[in-house]
């Protein structure tokens, strides 16, 4: 059975290369262009792995870390955050408040988010 990756992000091109990078590793992707439709499909299919970008109309990505963290269902869903705002204070949020899995800053390439998520499942590298 392939791993399930939801990707939320308002940009479709980053979109499209996630989805691109995650099903060559076999994920089945599904997508969610803001927050508040991310944690509602994150409920609904039980994803194995989240791509959630920081800004987004909505609830932003801050809002919907907090949120997947807080709902029994995704509370230990790995959770991996794009983001162009790569400040420390939004690291120490992110790892410690919020705590996700990991962190990759905008721009990024496909060999970054391969690094990320094998370090995530090791059984995929």
């Known amino acids: 059975m392939a ?19 995650l099903k060559s590793k076999g994920f089945e ?13 994150a409920l609904k299919i039980a994803p194995d792995l989240i791509v959630l970008d920081l800004t987004m109309p909505n609830m932003n990505g801050f809002e919907a870390c907090e949120k997947l ?7 230990k869903t ?6 162009g ?11 410690g ?3 996700a899995t990991a962190f990759i800053p905008k ?8 690094e990320a998520v094998a370090r ?5 590298k």
């Open 3 to 21: 791993r399930k990756a939801l990707i939320v992000d308002d940009d479709q091109s980053v979109r499209m290369l996630l989805n691109m990078t």
């Open 29 to 41: 992707c599904t997508e969610a262009v803001d927050g508040q439709e991310g944690f509602r499909t």
């Open 69 to 75: 963290r807080g709902h029994e269902k995704t509370a």
């Open 78 to 83: 790995p959770i991996l955050v794009l983001s």
């Open 85 to 95: 705002e790569t400040t420390d204070l939004n690291r120490d949020i992110l790892s």
């Open 97 to 99: 408040t919020l705590r």
């Open 107 to 114: 721009p990024f390439d496909r060999a970054t988010v391969l």
């Open 120 to 124: 995530i499942f090791p059984d995929l």
